[in-house]
Each structure stands twice: as structure tokens, then as C-alpha cells.
């Protein structure tokens, strides 16, 4: 069984498309979770026909992933990213990995500029090499080394990179090269040699030992670090909430 985990936050836009999407695999008898991070759109009430659970945490993506995969049946844990589309031979490719593994997809970026060609190229490449693969490239891991490694790390940037640096100490990975699509919208809304620049400092900068909790200020300069409490619970209804985290907006 495989379950997809969606971290979510005022997604109205885009979630009944992706959701529906994934339809055919809630049809072969795999699961849809769907965490939501404090939305204050219509996130909630759209996404609850076509999941199996609606979920609410605290903000945060490695909040929300690891909730999730709390409350997940499934032997494999899919972590998908809303504005991510998974290939239409994605279902037959992940229930032929072996049993015990993890991996990720190649991507593909939207939009008609050629450095996108470029980038996606480079993101493979990158993560062909270094054995480390990103929230953009759907990450996938059997529950067994999830849980052996004590799931994602519950800071607040750099959590995939994190995870991947502890899970290829257990394996290397498996990188599917049918590739995913997954939306530009980062590149276009801060510039594409701004952002490839920024992200390679943060990178380099939390290779030489950053803390997340600093770095997060460079790329979230609204960020306020702040406690969270834990009264993490199943979503009972679809009345709106007010926190906004800027962790979760598109990046």
C-alpha cells in the first residue's frame, strides 16, 4: 500500500486539480493524506472529497510530512508537494521498487524559458551525484527506513536535504528517471539567477554548518522563529484558521 502525504497551506487554487490527479491510485487501493498547515482559503473543504484523511498540524512542511506519515497505513510513505505532478507511470513504477527503499522522481519545470530546461537538468544531475534528493522531486521511502531514521527533522528549512543526508547513509537512493512536473513559480516570482544564487548560498552555507533556524531568515526575511505547540489533531471541520506560516508558500 502506498501512502501520498501532502503538506498543504491555502492551496485552494491547485488542490482539486492535483488531487484528482491522483484518483487512480485511491482506486488500486493506496491512500490519500492531505495535512494542512493552518489554511484560511477553501483548502480544507476542497480537498476532503478526494482524500482519505484531512489532517491538520502545526505549520510547517516537516511538521506536516511527519504527521502524516504518523497516521498513514500505507509500506510506502510518497511525499508530494502540491504544486508537483507525478507522471502518469508513476503508480506502476513505485509498486515495483523493492521493499525496503527510497528515491525520487526527475523533474521537469513548467514554463517556456530555456533556463528551466537548464535547471531541471541540473537538479538531476545534482541529485544523481550526491545521493540527495529535494521536496520537489516527490520523495518516496519505505515506512521501515522512515521510521529507522526517525522520520524528517522538524526544522524549519532544509528538511528534505536532511532527510535524504541520514537516509543514503542507509542506502543509496533510487532515482526514477521519468520525470515528475513540477511548477517554475519560485523562479518567476524571485528572478532565476536571484533564486538559483540565493539557494546555492543557502546550500553551501548549511553544508559549513548553519543552523535552519538562522538560514530560514535569509530566505523568509517576514520568518519569526517562534515555539509551536504540539496539539496536533484530526480535522474535524473546515472552519478556517488565521496562522499563515511563510514556510509553505511556494518556494
Not at 497505513?73 to 513504477?93: E, T
Not at 539567477?193 to 553551501?204: A, D, G, P, S
Request: net charge positive; aromatic share 8%.
Amino acid at each position: 500500500m502506498i501512502s501520498i502525504i501532502i503538506p498543504v497551506l491555502n492551496e485552494q487554487q491547485g488542490i482539486v486539480r492535483q488531487l484528482k490527479q491522483l484518483q487512480h491510485f485511491r482506486e488500486q487501493g493506496h491512500e490519500i493524506i492531505v495535512v494542512d498547515g493552518g489554511s484560511h482559503d477553501k483548502t480544507l473543504v476542497l480537498a476532503t472529497p478526494f482524500a482519505d484523511h484531512v489532517l491538520h498540524s502545526r505549520p510547517g512542511r516537516a511538521y506536516q510530512m511527519n504527521f502524516g506519515a504518523n497516521h498513514a497505513q500505507g509500506d510506502l510513505l510518497l511525499f508530494q508537494h502540491c504544486d508537483s505532478d507525478l507522471p502518469d507511470q508513476a503508480l506502476n513504477l513505485l509498486e515495483h521498487l523493492p521493499k525496503d527503499t527510497w528515491g525520487r522522481f526527475d523533474v521537469r519545470l513548467t514554463g517556456d524559458h530555456p533556463m528551466f530546461r537548464v535547471i531541471a537538468f541540473m537538479m538531476n544531475w545534482r541529485s544523481r551525484l550526491t545521493g540527495i534528493a529535494t521536496g520537489d522531486q516527490s520523495i518516496f521511502v519505505s515506512r521501515s527506513l522512515f521510521e529507522k531514521i526517525g522520520g524528517f527533522p522538524e526544522q524549519p528549512l532544509m528538511e528534505d536535504i536532511e532527510l535524504s543526508t541520514h537516509l543514503k547513509k542507509q542506502q543509496r537512493p533510487v532515482c526514477l528517471n521519468t520525470p515528475l512536473t513540477t511548477s517554475s513559480r519560485r523562479w518567476q516570482k524571485k528572478g532565476i539567477w536571484q533564486t538559483i544564487l540565493l539557494m546555492w548560498r543557502l546550500r553551501l552555507a548549511y553544508f559549513f554548518g548553519a543552523p535552519a533556524d538562522q538560514l530560514v531568515r535569509q530566505y523568509y526575511p517576514s520568518y519569526k522563529l517562534h515555539e509551536q505547540t504540539r496539539s496536533d489533531s484530526i480535522c474535524q471541520s473546515s472552519h478556517p484558521r488565521t496562522s499563515k506560516n511563510p514556510l509553505d508558500e511556494p518556494i
